[in-house]
Protein backbone atom coordinates (compact mmCIF):
# COMPACT_ATOMS: atom_id res chain seq x y z
CA UNK A 1 0.00 0.00 0.00
CA UNK A 2 1.69 3.16 -1.08
CA UNK A 3 1.70 6.40 0.43
CA UNK A 4 1.32 9.56 -1.26
CA UNK A 5 4.48 11.53 -0.99
CA UNK A 6 4.31 14.41 1.43
CA UNK A 7 3.66 18.27 1.04
CA UNK A 8 6.80 19.41 2.20
CA UNK A 9 5.59 23.04 2.65
CA UNK A 10 3.33 21.65 5.71
CA UNK A 11 4.97 19.94 8.34
CA UNK A 12 2.54 19.97 11.14
CA UNK A 13 2.02 16.34 12.72
CA UNK A 14 -0.58 15.21 14.50
CA UNK A 15 -0.64 12.16 17.15
CA UNK A 16 -3.21 9.88 17.90
CA UNK A 17 -3.83 5.98 18.26
CA UNK A 18 -2.66 3.14 16.55
CA UNK A 19 -5.55 1.80 14.23
CA UNK A 20 -5.81 -1.06 12.39
CA UNK A 21 -5.23 0.24 9.35
CA UNK A 22 -2.63 2.08 9.88
CA UNK A 23 -0.44 -1.47 10.32
CA UNK A 24 -0.19 -2.62 6.56
CA UNK A 25 1.33 1.24 5.93
CA UNK A 26 3.54 0.45 8.19
CA UNK A 27 4.15 -2.41 7.09
CA UNK A 28 5.24 -0.89 3.70
CA UNK A 29 7.34 1.83 5.47
CA UNK A 30 9.53 -1.00 7.31
CA UNK A 31 10.32 -2.85 3.95
CA UNK A 32 12.51 0.07 2.86
CA UNK A 33 16.07 -1.29 2.68
CA UNK A 34 18.11 1.81 3.48
CA UNK A 35 15.35 2.39 6.30
CA UNK A 36 16.16 -1.21 7.85
CA UNK A 37 19.58 -1.18 7.38
CA UNK A 38 19.54 2.69 9.63
CA UNK A 39 17.62 1.58 12.16
CA UNK A 40 19.53 -1.96 12.74
CA UNK A 41 18.22 -3.57 15.00
CA UNK A 42 14.78 -5.13 13.28
CA UNK A 43 12.93 -8.41 13.03
CA UNK A 44 15.10 -11.22 11.67
CA UNK A 45 12.48 -11.17 8.76
CA UNK A 46 11.22 -7.85 7.75
CA UNK A 47 9.20 -9.36 4.79
CA UNK A 48 7.36 -11.89 7.09
CA UNK A 49 3.67 -10.28 7.22
CA UNK A 50 2.58 -12.92 9.36
CA UNK A 51 5.48 -11.87 11.78
CA UNK A 52 4.97 -7.89 11.52
CA UNK A 53 1.12 -8.50 12.36
CA UNK A 54 1.52 -10.75 15.15
CA UNK A 55 4.20 -8.27 16.88
CA UNK A 56 1.79 -5.05 16.79
CA UNK A 57 -1.06 -7.40 17.74
CA UNK A 58 1.07 -7.86 21.18
CA UNK A 59 2.18 -4.59 21.70
CA UNK A 60 -1.50 -2.98 21.21
CA UNK A 61 -2.89 -5.51 23.50
CA UNK A 62 -0.10 -4.63 26.20
CA UNK A 63 -1.12 -2.02 28.48
CA UNK A 64 2.48 -0.82 29.35
CA UNK A 65 3.46 0.33 26.00
CA UNK A 66 1.93 3.52 24.43
CA UNK A 67 2.00 3.42 20.70
CA UNK A 68 0.91 6.50 18.56
CA UNK A 69 0.65 7.04 14.89
CA UNK A 70 2.43 10.19 13.22
CA UNK A 71 0.00 12.02 10.84
CA UNK A 72 1.68 14.66 8.33
CA UNK A 73 -0.26 16.38 6.06
CA UNK A 74 -3.67 13.53 6.34
CA UNK A 75 -1.51 10.97 5.74
CA UNK A 76 0.42 8.35 7.93
CA UNK A 77 3.94 9.23 8.46
CA UNK A 78 4.92 6.72 10.80
CA UNK A 79 4.63 5.43 14.27
CA UNK A 80 6.23 6.44 18.19
CA UNK A 81 5.95 3.90 20.67
CA UNK A 82 7.39 3.14 24.27
CA UNK A 83 7.66 0.12 26.07
CA UNK A 84 9.61 -1.53 28.99
CA UNK A 85 13.04 -3.27 28.68
CA UNK A 86 14.13 -5.32 31.96
CA UNK A 87 17.57 -4.09 31.07
CA UNK A 88 16.98 -0.35 31.65
CA UNK A 89 15.40 1.36 34.55
CA UNK A 90 12.41 3.24 32.49
CA UNK A 91 10.81 2.95 29.32
CA UNK A 92 12.09 3.25 25.88
CA UNK A 93 11.10 4.85 23.10
CA UNK A 94 11.20 3.92 19.50
CA UNK A 95 9.90 5.45 16.37
CA UNK A 96 9.88 4.51 12.66
CA UNK A 97 9.14 7.36 10.04
CA UNK A 98 8.65 6.34 6.25
CA UNK A 99 11.27 7.12 4.19
CA UNK A 100 9.41 10.09 2.27
CA UNK A 101 9.05 12.00 5.09
CA UNK A 102 12.85 11.46 6.23
CA UNK A 103 14.33 15.46 6.55
CA UNK A 104 11.54 17.50 7.15
CA UNK A 105 11.55 17.71 10.95
CA UNK A 106 8.48 15.40 11.37
CA UNK A 107 10.35 13.03 13.62
CA UNK A 108 11.76 15.89 15.88
CA UNK A 109 8.39 17.12 16.08
CA UNK A 110 6.51 13.71 16.53
CA UNK A 111 9.01 12.49 19.50
CA UNK A 112 8.66 16.05 21.30
CA UNK A 113 4.58 15.46 21.08
CA UNK A 114 5.14 12.33 22.11
CA UNK A 115 7.21 12.87 25.30
CA UNK A 116 4.59 15.56 26.32
CA UNK A 117 2.03 12.65 26.18
CA UNK A 118 4.71 9.62 28.08
CA UNK A 119 6.16 12.20 30.76
CA UNK A 120 7.61 9.40 32.59
CA UNK A 121 10.87 9.92 33.41
CA UNK A 122 13.92 8.78 32.96
CA UNK A 123 12.76 7.27 29.22
CA UNK A 124 15.67 6.34 27.16
CA UNK A 125 16.12 5.50 23.73
CA UNK A 126 19.06 3.37 21.41
CA UNK A 127 20.03 4.23 17.92
CA UNK A 128 23.18 2.73 16.27
CA UNK A 129 25.77 4.70 15.96
CA UNK A 130 26.22 5.10 12.64
CA UNK A 131 22.56 6.66 12.52
CA UNK A 132 23.48 10.06 13.02
CA UNK A 133 20.12 11.45 11.51
CA UNK A 134 17.99 9.45 14.53
CA UNK A 135 20.80 10.17 17.21
CA UNK A 136 20.03 14.31 15.72
CA UNK A 137 16.11 13.62 16.77
CA UNK A 138 16.61 12.37 19.83
CA UNK A 139 19.59 14.95 21.35
CA UNK A 140 17.08 17.76 20.00
CA UNK A 141 14.64 16.20 22.03
CA UNK A 142 17.44 16.85 25.11
CA UNK A 143 18.20 13.01 25.03
CA UNK A 144 21.80 12.45 26.29
CA UNK A 145 24.67 9.63 25.32
CA UNK A 146 24.52 7.81 28.92
CA UNK A 147 26.15 4.80 27.46
CA UNK A 148 27.26 2.24 24.55
CA UNK A 149 26.01 -1.37 23.82
CA UNK A 150 26.56 -3.84 21.25
CA UNK A 151 24.00 -6.00 19.89
CA UNK A 152 23.32 -8.50 16.88
CA UNK A 153 21.28 -6.30 14.30
CA UNK A 154 19.52 -8.86 12.21
CA UNK A 155 19.43 -5.89 9.51
CA UNK A 156 23.08 -5.58 8.90
CA UNK A 157 23.62 -9.67 10.00
CA UNK A 158 26.53 -8.32 12.19
CA UNK A 159 27.13 -6.96 15.56
CA UNK A 160 26.45 -3.57 15.85
CA UNK A 161 27.66 -0.54 17.93
CA UNK A 162 24.72 1.68 19.08
CA UNK A 163 24.52 4.52 22.00
CA UNK A 164 22.01 4.72 24.60
CA UNK A 165 20.71 8.01 25.31
CA UNK A 166 18.81 9.07 28.73
CA UNK A 167 16.29 11.87 28.73
CA UNK A 168 15.89 13.09 32.58
CA UNK A 169 13.55 16.05 32.52
Known amino acids: MSQPTPDSTTNQIIL ?22 MAAFTAKDPADHEA ?6 KILADE ?6 IISGE ?3 GSVSSYRDEEMEGPEVTYWLGKSYWGQ ?6 LTAFLDIVQVRPIFARVAKDNLASRR ?6 FTICGEGKGYANARGAETEEFILRLEV
Open 105 to 110: GIATQA
Open 16 to 37: RDVIADDLPIFYEQQLDPEAIY
Open 75 to 77: QVA
Open 64 to 69: STTNKT
Open 52 to 57: FMRHWQ
Open 137 to 142: VLEKCG
